[in-house]
């Protein structure tokens, strides 16, 4: 079982930065490919970013590259999503997603992932 925690959410205004991370407990991530979703109210969650096991591989959705950036860092058991350049379109509960998988390929479909985080706020102001 894997129990993933985010953090870094919060209010902002538009333009600004934020840097959300995801970190486990009781479990390595080096083992799995990792995805960032978001989810605005009365939608549906989506893809934002994803990353394979040893980071060699990201894929941002459209809409979010050029601002966002995805990272892992195995040896400190995290995976990073910098958002830069933030919009209210960014609006959402975030959430950190892990697939216990080898493959070099970015997952970036929902159910590919088995273990998901109760999720981090972010809240982009005009």
């Known amino acids: 079982q894997v129990q993933l925690v985010e953090s870094g959410g919060g209010l902002v205004q538009t333009g600004a930065s934020l840097r959300l991370s995801c970190t486990a407990s009781g479990r390595t991530l080096s083992s799995f490919r990792m995805g960032w979703f978001r989810q605005a109210p009365g939608k549906e969650r989506k893809f934002v970013a994803g990353?394979?096991?040893?980071?060699?591989?990201?894929y941002l959705e459209d809409s979010v590259k050029g601002r966002f950036t995805i990272s892992r860092d195995n040896a400190r058991n995290t995976v990073d999503l910098q958002m830069d350049s933030l919009k209210p379109e960014d609006t959402a509960v975030y959430y950190c997603?892990?697939?216990?998988?080898?493959?070099?390929?970015?997952?970036?479909?929902?159910?590919?992932?088995?273990?998901w985080g109760q999720g981090t706020q972010v809240t982009v102001s005009s």
């Open positions: 990353i394979n096991w040893s980071g060699s591989s990201t």
């Open positions: 997603a892990a697939d216990r998988s080898w493959s070099a390929v970015v997952a970036i479909n929902a159910n590919q992932y088995a273990y």
